[in-house]
C-alpha cells in the first residue's frame, strides 16, 4: 500500500491556492483532471457554509449537487452559523494505492485533491471541515478539535438534489423485532424530493440518483461510523435530504441514538459519487478508499470463493448433522471452499460442529458457523445467542472456534444503527482478525468501506435477498428488477450477501429464469457466495453449467460495466486471472435484446455463453470466437439472462 502526498503546482489550481492558505469566505476545489468542482462559501443570511457540487466536461459545467448546508452541533455548540475566522488551508495531492482481497478490483488507486476548511463559532469553538475531490466525485467529513467528551446533537448536512429526474431508495426500516436490517424493497424511478412511506423511517443510504444528465450515488463511508453510528436521512419536497441519526426506539432502546464521543474527533465521511455515465457509480471505489489502510501484516488465511448453504432448501437442516452432508460433498465436488452451518447448529443430532468442521475438512472444505449477536439489542430466539455480544464470552468463543478449524462466522441480528451497536461490529471484526476468523454480518447496517481495514469482512447482507422466496409471496414480482438494481446502488457500496442462484422453486415460486439465477452468482459481489439452492437443484443442471460454477470465483482482479439502466437491465464484466467473466440480467417483464461491446476482447479468445432457452428453467449453452472489440447481443426471455467466461 502506498499513500503519497503532492504539494500541487499545476497552472489550473494556482487561484485555488491563492484563497486556499489564507482566510476567505469561499474556495473552490477540483478534482486532479478538472472534472468536478466543489465551491464552499458562506452563508451571507446566516453565516453558516455550504457548498456546491459542478460536473465539467468539454467546457461545460453542470449542477450536480445545488447550494446545500453544512454544520454540525454538539451540547451548547452550534456549527450551523454566525461563523467566523473561517479559513482555507492549502490546497494538496494525494496518490492512494492499496489492495483489496475481496472487492471490485484488487488494486485500488485513487487521487484526489484535499483541503481543510477552519472555522469559529461565536463562543469560539473551532470547527473543521475536511474535504476531498475525486475525479469521480466529493467526500467530506466533520472534525471536532479539543479535548473533553461531548454528545453530538444534530448533523446538518444536506444534500439538495436538482429535480427533474428520478431517484432510486430504500426506505429506511420501521423499528420491528426483526428490524431495521436494510430490507426494504427499493423504490425505483421515484420523483427527486418525494416522502419516504408512511410509517417508514426517512429514506437509506445510498441514494441513487439521475438528474442534470448525471448519475449521483449518495452514501457514508468511514471507521468512525464504529462510534458515531450509522445515519439515514429525511427530505423536503424541494429535494434537500439531510441527515438523520439512527431512531430512538431501535434496539429496544437500548443505549441513546446520539453519539457521545471524545475530543478530538471526525465524523462519518459523507460521499458523492458522481459522473455522466451509470459506469462511474457502479464501478467506484471511493467507499472504501475513504477507510484507513490495514494494520494487519498477514492476511495469507482470508480466502474468497462460494459456499454451500443448506438452510435455504431445509430450515431445520442445522440441527441435523446427517442432513448437511450432502451440501459439503457438492461443494467438494464443486471445488467451492465454504460450507455454512446455519442457525440454531448447537442443537445438532447425530454430530456437532466439532464433528461436522472435521468431516468438511476431509473432504477439502472449511466450514463458517452462524451466531445471533445474543445481547439485549434483540429477542430473536436463533440459536446459538448467547456469545458474541459480551466481550469475554465472545473471545472464547472464537478461540475455540480457531481451535476446532472453523474459519467464519456469520453473525446475525444487528437491527440497529445506534453507536453502541455499530462499536460492536468493530469489537467483533477486531477479536477476529486475533483468531484468524472471516466475518459475514447479518441484519446488519449498509456497508461503509471497513472491508478496507478489516479485510476478514467478506459481506454483508442489509438487502432483501434470495431467503424471500420462502417467507414474502410479494417477492417474486419484485426480485427481478431489483436484482437489476442491485449493482446501481446496493452493491455499489460494497459486499452484498444476497444469497443468489436458485433453479429450483422455493415456497413462492420466481419469476427469473434459470440463466437470470446463474447470472448472479457473478453479477452480486461478495467475497463469500452463499449459493442458495438445494443439493439436487445444482448437481441436476446440464454438465456446462456445473462446470461454470465449479471453482466460480468471489474475488475480481477488475469490474467493468458494459450496459444497462437500474430496475431494467444490467451487464457486468469482472476478471479474475487470465478470465474474464460477463453476467447480464433482464429485469422486466418482456423478452428483450441486451447489446453490449467488450472493449477488452482480444482476437481468437474464446467466449462460453449460457443463456435463456426455450423455457423458464431451460438453458442455452454456445460457444463462439471473439473479434477485437467485438459487439454482442443476446436475447433473453421476460425475466431472463446469461452469464458467459472469456478465456
Not at 496518490?95 to 475481496?102: A, G, K, P, Q, V
Not at 472534525?143 to 448536512?157: A, H, K, Y
Not at 480466502?303 to 448437511?324: C, I
Not at 420466481?510 to 459481489?525: S, Y
Request: glycine letters at 8%; charged letters at 25%; proline letters at 5%.
Amino acid at each position: 500500500m502506498t499513500k503519497t502526498t503532492l504539494r500541487t503546482g499545476f497552472l489550473s489550481l494556482f487561484l485555488l491556492f491563492m484563497t486556499g492558505c489564507c482566510q476567505s469566505d469561499k474556495i473552490d476545489i477540483l478534482s486532479p483532471s478538472g472534472s468536478i468542482k466543489v465551491h464552499v462559501g458562506q452563508n451571507p443570511e446566516n453565516k453558516g457554509l455550504s457548498y456546491t457540487v459542478h460536473f465539467l466536461k468539454e467546457g461545460r459545467e453542470t449542477e450536480a449537487i445545488l447550494a446545500s448546508p453544512l454544520g454540525i452541533s454538539y451540547d451548547n455548540e452550534d456549527f450551523s452559523k454566525d461563523l467566523s475566522s473561517l479559513s482555507f488551508e492549502e490546497i494538496t495531492r494525494v496518490r492512494d494505492t492499496f489492495n483489496l482481497i475481496s472487492g471490485k478490483r484488487s488494486t485500488v488507486r485513487t487521487t484526489y485533491n484535499q483541503t481543510l476548511i477552519n472555522a469559529e463559532n461565536p463562543n469560539g469553538k473551532r470547527l473543521q471541515i475536511a474535504f476531498r475531490v475525486y475525479d469521480d466525485g466529493v467526500a467530506f467529513q466533520y472534525r471536532l478539535p479539543g479535548e473533553g467528551t461531548v454528545t453530538i446533537e444534530s448533523e446538518e448536512t444536506g444534500f439538495h438534489i436538482p429535480t427533474g429526474g428520478k431517484g432510486w431508495m430504500h426506505p429506511y426500516d420501521k423499528v420491528t423485532d426483526w428490524s431495521p436490517g436494510y430490507e426494504t424493497p427499493c423504490a425505483n424511478e421515484i420523483v427527486i424530493g418525494a416522502k419516504a412511506p408512511e410509517k417508514m423511517n426517512g429514506w437509506a443510504f445510498p441514494l441513487l440518483f439521475h438528474t442534470n444528465g448525471l448519475w449521483l450515488l449518495i452514501s457514508e463511508a468511514g471507521t468512525e461510523a464504529f462510534s458515531y453510528g450509522a445515519t439515514h436521512v429525511d427530505n423536503t419536497e424541494e429535494g434537500i435530504y439531510g441527515i438523520r441519526f439512527a431512531e430512538a426506539d431501535e434496539a429496544r432502546g437500548l443505549c441513546p441514538n446520539k453519539p457521545t464521543v471524545r475530543l478530538p474527533f471526525s465524523t462519518n465521511w459523507r460521499a458523492i459519487i458522481c459522473g455522466d455515465s451509470p459506469a462511474t457509480v457502479v464501478e467506484t471505489d471511493m467507499i472504501q478508499a475513504l477507510n484507513p489502510p490495514c494494520a494487519y501484516t498477514d492476511l495469507s488465511w482470508i480466502k474468497t470463493g462460494l459456499a454451500a448453504w443448506s438452510w435455504w432448501g431445509f430450515h431445520d437442516s442445522p440441527k441435523d448433522y446427517d442432513q448437511m452432508l450432502p451440501f459439503i460433498d457438492m461443494a467438494s465436488e464443486l471445488k467451492w471452499p465454504y460450507f455454512l452451518v446455519d442457525a440454531n447448529w448447537n442443537l445438532m443430532k447425530n454430530g456437532d460442529l466439532e464433528k461436522i468442521t472435521d468431516y468438511a475438512a476431509q473432504k477439502g472444505v472449511d466450514i463458517f458457523a452462524w451466531y445471533n449477536t445474543g445481547g439485549p439489542n434483540n429477542v430473536v430466539t436463533e440459536q446459538p445467542r448467547d456469545r458474541m455480544f459480551d466481550s469475554e464470552r465472545r473471545k472464547e468463543e472464537m478461540r475455540w472456534l480457531r481451535n476446532i478449524g472453523v474459519k467464519g462466522m456469520k453473525i446475525d441480528f444487528f437491527q440497529s444503527d445506534k453507536p453502541c451497536v455499530t462499536r460492536l461490529y468493530e469489537e467483533i471484526l477486531r477479536d477476529a482478525m486475533e483468531n484468524r476468523l472471516m466475518v459475514n454480518f447479518h441484519g446488519c447496517t449498509l456497508p461503509k468501506g471497513w472491508e478496507r481495514s478489516y479485510p476478514n469482512l467478506m459481506t454483508m447482507e442489509a438487502v432483501m435477498g434470495e431467503e424471500c422466496y420462502a417467507f414474502q409471496s410479494g417477492y417474486p414480482l419484485i426480485a427481478p428488477a431489483l436484482n437489476a438494481t442491485i449493482p446501481f446502488c446496493r452493491n455499489a457500496v460494497g459486499p452484498v450477501d444476497y444469497t443468489p442462484t436458485s433453479f429450483t422453486h422455493q415456497k413462492f415460486e420466481r419469476k427469473t429464469t434459470a440463466a437470470h439465477e446463474l447470472a448472479l452468482a457473478v453479477l452480486f459481489q461478495s467475497g463469500i457466495t452463499h449459493v442458495a439452492d438445494r443439493t439436487q437443484g445444482i448437481l441436476s443442471t446440464p454438465t456446462y453449467v456445473r462446470d461454470m460454477l465449479s471453482g466460480l470465483p468471489a474475488s475480481w482482479d477488475d469490474t467493468r460495466f458494459l450496459h444497462g439502466y437500474p430496475g431494467k437491465e444490467v451487464v457486468l464484466a469482472r476478471k479474475s486471472g487470465d478470465r474474464w467473466y460477463i453476467a447480464g440480467i433482464n429485469g422486466e417483464d418482456k423478452g428483450k435484446t441486451l447489446s453490449f461491446s467488450i472493449p477488452f476482447l482480444k482476437e481468437g479468445m474464446e467466449i462460453n455463453i449460457i443463456k435463456d432457452g426455450e423455457k423458464q428453467d431451460e438453458f442455452l449453452n454456445e460457444i463462439i470466437h471473439g473479434t477485437k472489440a467485438q459487439e454482442l447481443e443476446v436475447e433473453t426471455l421476460p425475466y431472463g439472462g446469461f452469464l458467459m467466461k472469456i478465456k
